[in-house]
Protein backbone atom coordinates (compact mmCIF):
# COMPACT_ATOMS: atom_id res chain seq x y z
CA UNK A 1 0.00 0.00 0.00
CA UNK A 2 2.75 2.38 1.01
CA UNK A 3 4.67 1.21 -2.00
CA UNK A 4 1.48 2.10 -4.16
CA UNK A 5 1.18 5.54 -2.74
CA UNK A 6 5.07 6.07 -3.19
CA UNK A 7 4.81 4.64 -7.12
CA UNK A 8 1.69 7.38 -7.44
CA UNK A 9 3.53 10.08 -5.95
CA UNK A 10 6.49 9.49 -7.99
CA UNK A 11 4.00 9.66 -10.81
CA UNK A 12 2.32 12.78 -9.80
CA UNK A 13 5.84 14.22 -9.45
CA UNK A 14 6.79 13.36 -12.92
CA UNK A 15 3.37 14.64 -14.39
CA UNK A 16 4.12 17.73 -12.80
CA UNK A 17 7.52 18.41 -13.89
CA UNK A 18 6.15 17.59 -17.46
CA UNK A 19 4.18 19.95 -17.02
CA UNK A 20 6.34 22.63 -16.11
CA UNK A 21 8.69 21.80 -18.85
CA UNK A 22 5.58 21.65 -21.25
CA UNK A 23 4.74 25.52 -20.56
CA UNK A 24 8.09 27.05 -20.52
CA UNK A 25 8.67 25.07 -24.10
CA UNK A 26 5.52 26.61 -25.04
CA UNK A 27 6.61 29.91 -23.49
CA UNK A 28 9.86 29.44 -24.92
CA UNK A 29 8.30 29.58 -28.92
CA UNK A 30 5.64 32.28 -28.22
CA UNK A 31 6.28 34.49 -31.21
CA UNK A 32 5.73 34.90 -34.76
CA UNK A 33 6.12 32.14 -37.46
CA UNK A 34 6.65 33.34 -40.82
CA UNK A 35 6.89 30.25 -43.35
CA UNK A 36 7.58 30.86 -47.13
CA UNK A 37 4.99 28.72 -48.79
CA UNK A 38 7.14 27.36 -50.91
CA UNK A 39 4.49 25.28 -53.40
CA UNK A 40 2.93 28.64 -53.98
CA UNK A 41 7.03 29.77 -55.25
CA UNK A 42 6.91 26.91 -57.52
CA UNK A 43 3.75 26.91 -59.12
CA UNK A 44 3.99 30.40 -60.14
CA UNK A 45 7.89 30.69 -61.29
CA UNK A 46 7.71 31.60 -64.94
CA UNK A 47 10.04 32.90 -67.69
CA UNK A 48 8.87 36.20 -68.92
CA UNK A 49 9.96 39.11 -71.42
CA UNK A 50 9.26 42.98 -70.60
CA UNK A 51 10.83 46.10 -72.10
CA UNK A 52 12.32 48.90 -69.77
CA UNK A 53 13.18 52.36 -70.76
CA UNK A 54 15.78 54.46 -69.04
CA UNK A 55 13.90 57.08 -66.90
CA UNK A 56 14.63 59.93 -68.67
CA UNK A 57 13.61 58.69 -72.24
CA UNK A 58 10.15 58.99 -74.21
CA UNK A 59 9.42 55.57 -74.83
CA UNK A 60 9.96 54.12 -78.68
CA UNK A 61 7.20 53.04 -80.15
CA UNK A 62 7.55 48.64 -79.94
CA UNK A 63 5.94 45.56 -79.93
CA UNK A 64 3.06 46.43 -78.15
CA UNK A 65 2.22 42.89 -76.89
CA UNK A 66 5.13 42.86 -74.94
CA UNK A 67 4.49 44.61 -71.23
CA UNK A 68 6.30 47.84 -70.79
CA UNK A 69 6.56 49.05 -67.16
CA UNK A 70 9.84 50.43 -65.75
CA UNK A 71 8.60 52.59 -63.14
CA UNK A 72 11.37 52.66 -60.36
CA UNK A 73 12.80 49.56 -62.39
CA UNK A 74 15.86 51.28 -64.05
CA UNK A 75 16.35 53.90 -60.50
CA UNK A 76 19.85 53.55 -59.67
CA UNK A 77 18.58 52.31 -56.50
CA UNK A 78 16.59 49.46 -57.50
CA UNK A 79 18.28 48.77 -60.92
CA UNK A 80 16.33 45.24 -60.73
CA UNK A 81 16.75 44.65 -64.58
CA UNK A 82 20.76 44.08 -65.91
CA UNK A 83 19.71 47.54 -68.55
CA UNK A 84 17.05 49.04 -70.46
CA UNK A 85 15.90 47.46 -73.50
CA UNK A 86 13.77 43.76 -74.08
CA UNK A 87 14.62 41.79 -70.92
CA UNK A 88 13.91 38.41 -69.67
CA UNK A 89 12.72 37.95 -66.10
CA UNK A 90 11.98 35.10 -64.25
CA UNK A 91 8.92 36.03 -62.10
CA UNK A 92 7.54 33.84 -59.37
CA UNK A 93 5.04 34.79 -56.09
CA UNK A 94 6.43 35.06 -52.64
CA UNK A 95 3.48 34.16 -49.99
CA UNK A 96 4.43 34.40 -46.52
CA UNK A 97 2.35 33.04 -43.87
CA UNK A 98 2.52 34.16 -39.99
CA UNK A 99 1.45 30.61 -38.26
CA UNK A 100 3.45 31.44 -34.89
CA UNK A 101 1.12 32.35 -31.94
CA UNK A 102 1.65 35.91 -31.72
CA UNK A 103 1.75 38.86 -34.76
CA UNK A 104 4.85 40.06 -36.07
CA UNK A 105 4.87 44.04 -35.56
CA UNK A 106 7.14 46.23 -36.51
CA UNK A 107 4.71 49.50 -36.56
CA UNK A 108 4.83 52.56 -37.93
CA UNK A 109 7.98 52.41 -40.49
CA UNK A 110 9.01 56.30 -39.92
CA UNK A 111 9.60 55.33 -36.20
CA UNK A 112 11.85 52.44 -37.30
CA UNK A 113 14.78 53.73 -39.40
CA UNK A 114 16.55 51.03 -37.87
CA UNK A 115 14.30 48.62 -39.88
CA UNK A 116 13.49 50.87 -42.92
CA UNK A 117 14.48 53.37 -45.68
CA UNK A 118 12.53 56.11 -47.52
CA UNK A 119 12.11 55.41 -51.04
CA UNK A 120 12.58 58.63 -52.88
CA UNK A 121 11.58 56.79 -56.35
CA UNK A 122 8.54 54.58 -54.69
CA UNK A 123 7.62 57.67 -52.33
CA UNK A 124 7.14 55.97 -48.97
CA UNK A 125 9.25 53.60 -47.07
CA UNK A 126 10.32 50.23 -47.26
CA UNK A 127 11.41 47.13 -45.29
CA UNK A 128 15.49 46.92 -45.90
CA UNK A 129 16.27 43.45 -46.44
CA UNK A 130 13.02 41.24 -45.91
CA UNK A 131 14.16 38.91 -48.48
CA UNK A 132 16.88 37.17 -50.80
CA UNK A 133 16.11 35.86 -54.33
CA UNK A 134 19.23 34.24 -55.98
CA UNK A 135 19.29 31.95 -58.29
CA UNK A 136 21.52 28.63 -58.72
CA UNK A 137 23.07 26.81 -61.21
CA UNK A 138 23.07 23.04 -60.61
CA UNK A 139 25.99 23.24 -58.71
CA UNK A 140 24.36 25.44 -56.60
CA UNK A 141 26.74 28.31 -56.99
CA UNK A 142 25.13 31.83 -57.27
CA UNK A 143 24.72 32.88 -60.78
CA UNK A 144 22.05 35.62 -60.27
CA UNK A 145 20.67 37.76 -57.60
CA UNK A 146 17.29 39.24 -57.50
CA UNK A 147 17.49 43.22 -57.01
CA UNK A 148 13.77 43.83 -55.02
CA UNK A 149 14.52 46.17 -52.36
CA UNK A 150 10.63 47.09 -51.50
CA UNK A 151 8.91 45.37 -49.41
CA UNK A 152 5.55 46.53 -46.99
CA UNK A 153 4.86 43.70 -44.80
CA UNK A 154 0.92 44.08 -44.00
CA UNK A 155 -1.49 41.51 -43.31
CA UNK A 156 -2.73 41.05 -47.49
CA UNK A 157 -4.73 37.62 -47.65
CA UNK A 158 -6.05 35.80 -44.69
CA UNK A 159 -3.95 32.41 -44.92
CA UNK A 160 -6.41 30.22 -44.64
CA UNK A 161 -9.96 29.37 -45.83
CA UNK A 162 -12.86 30.97 -44.14
CA UNK A 163 -10.74 33.15 -41.74
CA UNK A 164 -12.81 35.77 -39.67
CA UNK A 165 -10.06 37.50 -38.54
CA UNK A 166 -9.89 40.95 -39.43
CA UNK A 167 -7.18 42.68 -41.32
CA UNK A 168 -4.90 44.56 -38.73
CA UNK A 169 -1.61 45.78 -40.64
CA UNK A 170 -0.77 47.59 -43.09
CA UNK A 171 1.82 49.56 -45.03
CA UNK A 172 1.95 52.45 -42.19
CA UNK A 173 1.47 50.03 -39.51
CA UNK A 174 3.19 47.36 -40.33
CA UNK A 175 3.18 44.00 -39.44
CA UNK A 176 1.18 40.25 -40.05
CA UNK A 177 -1.20 39.05 -37.98
CA UNK A 178 -1.19 35.59 -37.12
CA UNK A 179 -3.73 33.87 -39.47
CA UNK A 180 -2.65 36.16 -42.31
CA UNK A 181 0.03 35.97 -45.07
CA UNK A 182 1.88 39.06 -47.26
CA UNK A 183 1.81 38.59 -50.82
CA UNK A 184 4.20 39.52 -53.55
CA UNK A 185 2.77 38.44 -56.62
CA UNK A 186 4.92 37.79 -60.08
CA UNK A 187 3.12 40.65 -61.53
CA UNK A 188 4.93 42.92 -58.97
CA UNK A 189 7.58 45.01 -60.82
CA UNK A 190 11.18 43.82 -59.10
CA UNK A 191 9.15 40.52 -58.26
CA UNK A 192 12.09 38.40 -60.54
CA UNK A 193 15.33 37.85 -61.29
CA UNK A 194 16.55 39.31 -64.06
CA UNK A 195 18.04 36.15 -66.28
CA UNK A 196 19.02 37.53 -69.54
CA UNK A 197 22.19 36.48 -70.85
CA UNK A 198 21.84 32.82 -69.14
CA UNK A 199 22.53 30.24 -71.13
CA UNK A 200 19.34 27.74 -71.27
CA UNK A 201 19.04 25.04 -68.71
CA UNK A 202 18.00 23.89 -65.24
CA UNK A 203 18.56 26.39 -62.60
CA UNK A 204 17.52 26.46 -58.62
CA UNK A 205 15.21 29.17 -57.23
CA UNK A 206 16.08 30.28 -54.07
CA UNK A 207 14.33 32.54 -51.54
CA UNK A 208 15.21 33.12 -48.04
CA UNK A 209 12.71 35.65 -46.57
CA UNK A 210 14.28 37.36 -43.19
CA UNK A 211 17.78 36.15 -43.71
CA UNK A 212 19.13 38.72 -41.59
CA UNK A 213 16.89 37.58 -38.88
CA UNK A 214 15.85 41.19 -38.50
CA UNK A 215 12.36 39.71 -37.47
CA UNK A 216 12.05 37.74 -34.60
CA UNK A 217 10.69 34.50 -34.96
CA UNK A 218 10.13 31.21 -32.82
CA UNK A 219 12.08 29.21 -36.09
CA UNK A 220 13.68 30.32 -39.32
CA UNK A 221 14.23 26.29 -40.74
CA UNK A 222 10.61 27.28 -42.60
CA UNK A 223 11.59 30.78 -44.00
CA UNK A 224 13.04 29.15 -47.18
CA UNK A 225 13.06 27.44 -49.92
CA UNK A 226 14.67 25.98 -53.09
CA UNK A 227 12.71 24.79 -56.40
CA UNK A 228 14.11 24.02 -59.63
CA UNK A 229 13.33 26.37 -62.54
CA UNK A 230 13.97 25.97 -66.17
CA UNK A 231 15.64 27.96 -68.78
CA UNK A 232 14.10 26.68 -72.18
CA UNK A 233 16.19 27.12 -75.07
CA UNK A 234 14.96 29.94 -78.14
CA UNK A 235 13.47 27.78 -81.45
CA UNK A 236 14.31 30.71 -83.78
CA UNK A 237 17.63 31.84 -84.79
CA UNK A 238 19.50 35.02 -82.80
CA UNK A 239 19.79 38.23 -84.36
CA UNK A 240 23.00 38.98 -86.61
CA UNK A 241 24.85 42.40 -86.32
CA UNK A 242 27.01 42.16 -89.52
CA UNK A 243 28.47 46.07 -89.69
CA UNK A 244 29.33 48.61 -87.28
CA UNK A 245 30.65 51.85 -88.24
CA UNK A 246 32.34 54.17 -85.61
CA UNK A 247 34.77 56.72 -86.23
CA UNK A 248 38.03 55.73 -88.04
CA UNK A 249 41.80 56.86 -87.19
CA UNK A 250 41.60 59.95 -89.55
CA UNK A 251 38.41 61.40 -87.28
CA UNK A 252 39.75 63.22 -84.11
CA UNK A 253 36.90 62.67 -81.23
CA UNK A 254 37.27 63.75 -77.76
CA UNK A 255 35.56 62.47 -74.13
CA UNK A 256 32.36 64.10 -73.55
CA UNK A 257 31.55 64.63 -77.35
CA UNK A 258 28.75 63.18 -79.48
CA UNK A 259 29.59 60.14 -81.11
CA UNK A 260 26.86 59.04 -84.30
CA UNK A 261 27.56 54.87 -84.04
CA UNK A 262 25.82 53.10 -87.78
CA UNK A 263 25.05 49.33 -87.89
CA UNK A 264 23.53 46.80 -89.83
CA UNK A 265 21.44 44.16 -87.72
CA UNK A 266 18.64 41.95 -88.86
CA UNK A 267 16.36 39.05 -87.28
CA UNK A 268 14.46 36.57 -88.63
CA UNK A 269 11.31 37.16 -86.55
CA UNK A 270 12.33 41.21 -86.01
CA UNK A 271 15.30 42.75 -83.83
CA UNK A 272 13.24 44.28 -80.64
CA UNK A 273 15.94 46.43 -79.06
CA UNK A 274 19.73 47.45 -79.44
CA UNK A 275 22.28 48.13 -77.18
CA UNK A 276 25.54 50.12 -77.68
CA UNK A 277 27.98 49.39 -75.23
CA UNK A 278 31.84 51.09 -74.85
CA UNK A 279 34.75 49.65 -74.14
CA UNK A 280 38.17 52.05 -73.05
CA UNK A 281 40.33 48.81 -72.67
CA UNK A 282 40.07 47.27 -76.48
CA UNK A 283 37.36 44.91 -75.52
CA UNK A 284 38.51 43.83 -72.37
CA UNK A 285 35.23 45.37 -69.73
CA UNK A 286 32.60 47.13 -71.35
CA UNK A 287 29.86 49.93 -70.02
CA UNK A 288 26.85 50.23 -71.93
CA UNK A 289 25.89 53.75 -72.79
CA UNK A 290 21.91 53.10 -74.21
CA UNK A 291 20.06 49.75 -74.01
CA UNK A 292 16.57 50.48 -75.44
CA UNK A 293 17.23 51.96 -78.67
CA UNK A 294 14.44 50.32 -81.33
CA UNK A 295 14.55 47.61 -83.38
CA UNK A 296 14.16 49.91 -86.65
CA UNK A 297 17.11 51.68 -85.67
CA UNK A 298 20.29 51.27 -87.53
CA UNK A 299 22.05 54.44 -86.54
CA UNK A 300 22.06 56.61 -83.10
CA UNK A 301 24.43 59.32 -81.78
CA UNK A 302 25.38 59.36 -78.29
CA UNK A 303 27.56 61.56 -75.91
CA UNK A 304 30.85 59.83 -74.64
CA UNK A 305 31.45 59.94 -71.12
CA UNK A 306 33.82 62.50 -70.18
CA UNK A 307 35.97 60.12 -68.82
CA UNK A 308 36.29 57.93 -71.54
CA UNK A 309 39.98 59.03 -73.23
CA UNK A 310 41.75 55.94 -74.52
CA UNK A 311 43.88 55.31 -77.02
CA UNK A 312 41.81 52.04 -77.47
CA UNK A 313 38.00 52.61 -77.57
CA UNK A 314 35.68 50.13 -79.37
CA UNK A 315 32.33 50.42 -79.90
CA UNK A 316 29.67 47.37 -80.10
CA UNK A 317 26.37 46.92 -80.72
CA UNK A 318 23.75 44.19 -79.53
CA UNK A 319 20.84 43.14 -81.32
CA UNK A 320 17.49 41.71 -79.52
CA UNK A 321 14.86 39.47 -80.99
CA UNK A 322 11.37 38.97 -78.76
CA UNK A 323 12.49 35.63 -77.69
CA UNK A 324 15.82 37.76 -75.83
CA UNK A 325 18.40 36.06 -77.76
CA UNK A 326 21.34 38.51 -78.67
CA UNK A 327 23.41 39.34 -82.20
CA UNK A 328 26.05 41.41 -81.49
CA UNK A 329 29.15 42.98 -83.39
CA UNK A 330 32.45 44.91 -82.47
CA UNK A 331 34.16 47.83 -84.27
CA UNK A 332 37.84 48.34 -84.87
CA UNK A 333 39.77 49.78 -82.17
CA UNK A 334 39.61 54.11 -82.08
CA UNK A 335 41.21 56.38 -80.28
CA UNK A 336 39.38 59.15 -78.25
CA UNK A 337 41.02 62.11 -77.14
CA UNK A 338 40.81 63.72 -73.48
CA UNK A 339 38.00 66.16 -73.34
CA UNK A 340 39.24 69.28 -75.13
CA UNK A 341 39.29 71.70 -72.24
CA UNK A 342 40.21 74.80 -74.12
CA UNK A 343 36.84 75.24 -75.32
CA UNK A 344 34.75 74.35 -72.18
CA UNK A 345 31.25 75.48 -73.54
CA UNK A 346 31.56 74.63 -77.13
CA UNK A 347 31.49 71.18 -78.45
CA UNK A 348 33.40 70.73 -81.72
CA UNK A 349 29.58 69.94 -83.49
CA UNK A 350 28.91 73.38 -82.71
CA UNK A 351 26.41 72.89 -80.14
CA UNK A 352 26.36 73.56 -76.41
CA UNK A 353 27.60 70.56 -73.96
CA UNK B 1 -4.58 12.86 -18.36
CA UNK B 2 -2.01 11.71 -20.73
CA UNK B 3 -4.59 9.92 -23.06
CA UNK B 4 -5.87 13.47 -23.36
CA UNK B 5 -2.76 14.97 -23.68
CA UNK B 6 -1.68 12.76 -26.70
CA UNK B 7 -5.28 13.13 -28.12
CA UNK B 8 -4.37 16.98 -28.16
CA UNK B 9 -1.16 16.38 -29.14
CA UNK B 10 -2.53 14.11 -32.54
CA UNK B 11 -4.96 16.77 -33.11
CA UNK B 12 -2.53 19.58 -33.25
CA UNK B 13 -0.14 17.75 -35.36
CA UNK B 14 -2.79 17.22 -37.85
CA UNK B 15 -3.82 20.70 -37.51
CA UNK B 16 -0.85 21.70 -38.10
CA UNK B 17 0.09 19.68 -40.82
CA UNK B 18 -3.24 20.69 -42.72
CA UNK B 19 -2.10 24.46 -41.95
CA UNK B 20 1.09 24.03 -43.46
CA UNK B 21 0.32 21.78 -46.63
CA UNK B 22 -1.21 25.15 -48.65
CA UNK B 23 -2.62 28.66 -48.86
CA UNK B 24 -6.71 27.21 -49.07
CA UNK B 25 -7.20 31.37 -49.14
CA UNK B 26 -4.82 31.44 -52.61
CA UNK B 27 -6.41 28.04 -53.96
CA UNK B 28 -9.35 29.08 -53.51
CA UNK B 29 -8.83 32.69 -55.95
CA UNK B 30 -7.10 30.08 -58.10
CA UNK B 31 -9.64 27.75 -58.44
CA UNK B 32 -12.31 31.03 -59.44
CA UNK B 33 -10.32 31.96 -61.24
CA UNK B 34 -10.18 28.70 -63.38
CA UNK B 35 -13.79 28.83 -63.58
CA UNK B 36 -13.70 31.76 -65.56
CA UNK B 37 -10.86 31.38 -67.71
CA UNK B 38 -11.43 27.27 -68.75
CA UNK B 39 -15.35 28.00 -69.02
CA UNK B 40 -15.90 27.29 -72.47
CA UNK B 41 -15.31 29.97 -74.67
CA UNK B 42 -18.83 31.51 -75.90
CA UNK B 43 -19.46 31.66 -72.19
CA UNK B 44 -16.17 34.45 -72.27
CA UNK B 45 -16.59 35.75 -75.16
CA UNK B 46 -18.97 38.72 -73.92
CA UNK B 47 -19.61 41.03 -71.10
CA UNK B 48 -22.71 39.69 -70.72
CA UNK B 49 -21.18 35.95 -70.42
CA UNK B 50 -18.33 37.14 -68.14
CA UNK B 51 -20.88 39.20 -65.68
CA UNK B 52 -23.00 35.22 -65.68
CA UNK B 53 -19.78 33.39 -64.91
CA UNK B 54 -18.55 35.49 -62.05
CA UNK B 55 -21.76 35.91 -60.58
CA UNK B 56 -23.10 31.89 -60.68
CA UNK B 57 -19.64 31.47 -59.51
CA UNK B 58 -20.28 34.06 -56.18
CA UNK B 59 -23.79 31.55 -55.72
CA UNK B 60 -21.55 28.28 -56.11
CA UNK B 61 -19.38 28.25 -53.95
CA UNK B 62 -19.63 29.93 -50.55
CA UNK B 63 -15.66 30.97 -50.47
CA UNK B 64 -15.15 34.39 -50.96
CA UNK B 65 -11.85 33.64 -52.38
CA UNK B 66 -13.89 31.74 -55.17
CA UNK B 67 -15.61 34.45 -56.28
CA UNK B 68 -12.84 37.43 -56.19
CA UNK B 69 -10.67 35.08 -58.38
CA UNK B 70 -13.76 34.67 -60.88
CA UNK B 71 -14.98 38.19 -60.25
CA UNK B 72 -11.52 39.37 -61.09
CA UNK B 73 -11.05 37.56 -63.86
CA UNK B 74 -14.37 38.20 -65.41
CA UNK B 75 -12.85 42.11 -64.97
CA UNK B 76 -9.42 41.01 -66.81
CA UNK B 77 -10.83 39.60 -69.46
CA UNK B 78 -13.42 42.80 -69.70
CA UNK B 79 -10.12 45.17 -69.80
CA UNK B 80 -8.56 42.88 -72.42
CA UNK B 81 -11.77 42.90 -75.25
CA UNK B 82 -10.41 45.63 -76.99
CA UNK B 83 -14.11 44.87 -78.93
CA UNK B 84 -16.02 45.85 -76.11
CA UNK B 85 -18.72 48.89 -76.99
CA UNK B 86 -18.78 50.08 -73.47
CA UNK B 87 -22.42 50.71 -73.86
CA UNK B 88 -24.83 51.68 -71.29
CA UNK B 89 -25.76 47.93 -71.04
CA UNK B 90 -22.60 46.41 -71.09
CA UNK B 91 -21.95 48.93 -68.13
CA UNK B 92 -24.43 47.59 -66.42
CA UNK B 93 -22.57 43.95 -66.70
CA UNK B 94 -19.63 45.33 -66.18
CA UNK B 95 -20.91 47.12 -62.99
CA UNK B 96 -22.60 43.40 -62.03
CA UNK B 97 -18.71 41.77 -62.45
CA UNK B 98 -17.69 44.69 -60.22
CA UNK B 99 -20.36 44.01 -57.13
CA UNK B 100 -18.86 39.82 -56.95
CA UNK B 101 -15.60 41.60 -56.67
CA UNK B 102 -16.66 43.96 -53.87
CA UNK B 103 -18.74 41.94 -52.21
CA UNK B 104 -16.34 38.71 -51.85
CA UNK B 105 -13.88 41.53 -51.03
CA UNK B 106 -15.98 42.82 -47.87
CA UNK B 107 -16.66 39.00 -47.22
CA UNK B 108 -12.64 38.14 -47.43
CA UNK B 109 -12.24 41.83 -45.16
CA UNK B 110 -9.28 42.32 -47.40
CA UNK B 111 -7.91 45.83 -48.74
CA UNK B 112 -7.71 47.29 -52.08
CA UNK B 113 -4.39 46.52 -52.51
CA UNK B 114 -4.94 42.63 -51.90
CA UNK B 115 -7.41 43.21 -54.84
CA UNK B 116 -5.67 44.67 -57.30
CA UNK B 117 -2.73 42.39 -56.22
CA UNK B 118 -4.94 39.35 -56.76
CA UNK B 119 -6.33 40.83 -60.14
CA UNK B 120 -2.88 39.06 -61.77
CA UNK B 121 -2.52 42.23 -64.16
CA UNK B 122 0.85 43.39 -64.81
CA UNK B 123 -0.88 47.05 -64.66
CA UNK B 124 -3.22 46.57 -61.76
CA UNK B 125 -4.05 50.13 -61.85
CA UNK B 126 -6.28 49.17 -64.60
CA UNK B 127 -8.60 47.47 -62.55
CA UNK B 128 -9.43 50.49 -61.24
CA UNK B 129 -11.12 51.95 -63.77
CA UNK B 130 -14.01 49.29 -63.55
CA UNK B 131 -13.99 49.02 -59.78
CA UNK B 132 -14.71 52.69 -59.73
CA UNK B 133 -17.80 52.08 -61.71
CA UNK B 134 -19.48 51.19 -58.72
CA UNK B 135 -17.44 53.00 -56.12
CA UNK B 136 -15.71 56.47 -57.28
CA UNK B 137 -13.27 56.96 -54.67
CA UNK B 138 -11.82 52.99 -55.27
CA UNK B 139 -8.37 52.96 -55.57
CA UNK B 140 -5.17 50.39 -55.35
CA UNK B 141 -3.82 52.59 -53.20
CA UNK B 142 -0.08 53.85 -53.12
CA UNK B 143 1.67 51.16 -52.42
CA UNK B 144 0.24 48.68 -55.39
CA UNK B 145 3.22 49.22 -57.60
CA UNK B 146 6.23 47.42 -56.07
CA UNK B 147 5.69 46.30 -52.87
Same mark, same amino acid.
Given at each position: ?????????????????????????????????????????????????????????????????????????????????????????????????????????????????????????????????????????????????????????????????????????????????????????????????????????????????????????????????? #????????????????????????????????????????????? *?????????????????? *??? #????????????????????????? #???????????????????????????????????? | ???????????????????????????????????????????????????????????????????????????????????????????????? !???????? !???????????????????????????????????????????
Amino acid at each position: MATGRGLLCAIAALSAVSAISAATRARAQDGPDLVLDVPRMQSSARIATAIYHAPTKRAPALDATVPVSGTCVLDPDENCVGGAGIRKLLRFDVLVHNRGNEDLVLGDPKQRPDLFEYSACHRHYHFRGAALYELLDESGQRVRLGRKQGFCLEDTIPSERGSTIPKKYTCTNQGIQVGWADFYPAILDCQWIDVTDLPPGNYKLHVAWNPNRLMTETRYDNDEGT #VDVAIPAATDAPPVVDAVRAPTSSIRIHAGELLEVAWRAHDDEGV *VTQEIWLSTDDGETWKEL *VGD #VPGDRSRFSLRLPTDSATPNARIKV #VARDASVQRGELTSPSFRILARDLRLPFITRSGGVP | MTRVAVIALAFAMTLSSGIASGSSFMDDVDRGRASVLSAPSGDAATVAGRATLAESAATRDESPAYALGAGLAALSLDLDDKSARRSKADRALLER !QVHVVLNA !QAAAGIGNRAVCLLSGRSDPRSIEALMRLVDPAWSCGAHHHAD
